[in-house]
């Protein structure tokens, strides 16, 4: 199994930027779709990026052009840069993995990352 632990999380005003960072525990980047998901109150878990072994990323419209996936192999950390935030982006930010895109996530779920974005 791999830990994941994201952090970074914080408050800022609408247009506002953040840095998410995930850390884990061994290397999984060369064999799994990295994803970054987020969970407000009331709604349902969604993945807002993610990031094949080969490079390529893949993001949903409601944040296209807004946020960006990136990773370290080095560090062993998957990142997200959040900018032009709005007060809907508001929730609860998770890593995980998978076999592909398509499929459930591996890890089980940690404590997140808040991010709380202001009118």
């Known amino acids: 199994q791999v830990q994941l632990v994201e952090s970074g999380g914080g408050l800022v005003q609408t247009g506002g930027s953040l840095r998410l960072s995930c850390a884990a525990s061994?290397?999984?980047?060369?064999?799994?779709?990295m994803g970054w998901y987020r969970q407000a109150p009331g709604k349902e878990r969604e993945l807002v990026a993610a990031?094949?072994?080969?490079?390529?990323?893949n993001y949903p419209d409601f944040v296209k052009g807004r946020f960006t996936i990136s990773r370290d192999n080095a560090k062993n950390t998957v990142a997200l840069q959040m900018n032009s935030l709005k007060p809907e982006d508001t929730a609860v930010y998770y890593c995980?993995?998978?076999?592909?895109?398509?499929?459930?996530?591996?890890?089980?779920w940690g404590q997140g990352a808040q991010v709380t974005v202001s009118s």
């Open positions: 995980n993995y998978a076999y592909s895109l398509g499929s459930s996530p591996l890890s089980s």
């Open positions: 061994r290397n999984i980047f060369s064999r799994y779709v």
């Open positions: 990031i094949r072994p080969s490079g390529l990323k």
